[in-house]
DNA sequence: TTTTACACTTAACACTGTTAAGTATCGGAG
DNA sequence: CTCCGATACTTAACAGTGTTAAGTGTAAAA
């Protein structure tokens, strides 16, 4: 009889309504004030009823930022078509800042908030992996335009790079999502702002008798690969 | 007679030993982790002791946020002789990473946690100042880069440009912090690592023609105002 | 019909920041 | 010396948190 599989069915299902309600109350309030027993309330159960699901939390959370993290990963996956590496770079920072901003919560908590001795086996993100890991993909990148000779020659530790550009689009996004209502600093708008922090960080690592880096943004270069 | 007066020390003496107190605690085991009832242990009195010092737990480590930050202030206020502005940005650049990752637990707290609508006159750091807000000062810095004619002429909107720089040294700062411990991602030493971001930052805003930002830091330029 | 497995709830624990109410101390006034 | 009132502090509690041990009801299996 197909009990135990309505069984397993049902049990998959109230996950689902965990996690929906439970992305919903984050995404609204942000991790700190989203409380298991709101969650509870939320999808009609009592609060331990999550803990059968999830073990704690975190877990919760965890769980959300995976989903959505592989959705990055695989805008990511069409990035890498991109033939030329600074191209490839530039949209990458694109899309990884336009991810943080949509998912503020969840950027938060993996890369805002320290993780204690956290263990790896948790989450679903492959490290080393770039087609799932932001900073493997980077690296990847970076690794390729050492490779051709478009990095100033002072620049040719592949990590130390990457760690460099990975800061300046980190930086951006944390500022603008801590200090976006400061009344002190006169914010400019989004779309020009992130695009200057790129532009800055290309063209401090690039070569600079090479072809300038807006030019492979248009049309007189090859952009995605055969 | 002075009774009134000894009471009045002994208050500012309470005070400072809850301070102290807190500012080991707070350094040990990071903001969360520390609570009311724990510093009140420390000091030897009840936790409502502290609530006749302090509004509320935030404001206990607002108070050692201002007292160190003034530190950084003072060390601003050396760096603001360095007549070169590109010199003295980079210059900036090092004491505010190196102040952040003296104090992360200040830190965090300033930059790295969003304030709700934070009443401002609790802090005693004044915004707008460029002797006491890290802001201001690369904002008035930047100024007198275009000023000077150093940067790019497409950078030509200060805001924009300060942002910029912020947005490097804060995002190399922050996932020093938050991701140190990880091992996927393998860091360079600190010392280079913070070079070659401010290296990377400002030969992306300098212009091309320029000359070359090394040189200034040796003693080819007046570095120091007479 | 009884047993057993399972999903779920109730009630509690050990915390948290914070506060209302009570107490002890001590200088000054009568 | 006695009483008063201000001041500094403590006790006990509140309302909330994440989390768990123990109890309940249901439905399939024996």
Redesign the interface.
């Known amino acids: 009889m197909g009990t135990v599989e309505r069984r397993e069915r049902e049990k998959v299902e109230l996950r689902k309504k965990i996690l929906d309600a439970a992305r919903a109350l984050f995404v609204e309030v942000g991790y700190e004030a989203v409380t298991m027993r709101k969650i509870a309330q939320a999808i009609e159960y009592s609060p331990t009823a999550i803990y059968l699901h999830f073990r704690d939390k975190k877990a919760v959370m965890q769980a959300l930022c995976d989903a959505d993290f592989l959705k990055l990963a695989k805008r990511f996956r069409k990035i890498a078509e991109v033939v030329d590496p600074i191209e490839r770079l530039r949209q990458a920072g694109y899309a990884y800042a336009e991810f943080a901003l949509r998912h503020p919560n969840h950027y938060r908590l993996m ?5 204690p ?1 956290h263990p ?1 086996e948790d989450s679903a993100i492959e ?2 992996n770039r087609d799932q ?1 932001a ?2 993909f980077v690296l990847w990148t970076v690794e390729e335009a050492i490779a051709l000779g478009r990095l100033r020659p002072e ?1 040719d ?1 592949a ?3 990457a ?2 550009v ?7 996004v ?2 603008r ?3 976006c ?1 400061e009344p ?5 708008p989004q779309r ?2 992130i695009e ?2 790129i ?7 690039l070569r ?1 008798d090479a072809t300038p880096v807006v030019a492979w943004t248009t049309s007189n270069a090859p952009v995605r690969r055969a």
């Open positions: 890369f805002m908030t320290p993780h001795p790896p490290h080393g890991d900073y493997a620049f530790d990590q130390l790079v760690q460099i990975w800061s300046a689009v980190h930086g951006w944390s500022l999502m801590t200090k209502n002190w600093v006169d914010w400019r020009k702002s200057a922090v532009q800055v960080t290309i063209s401090g690592i600079t």
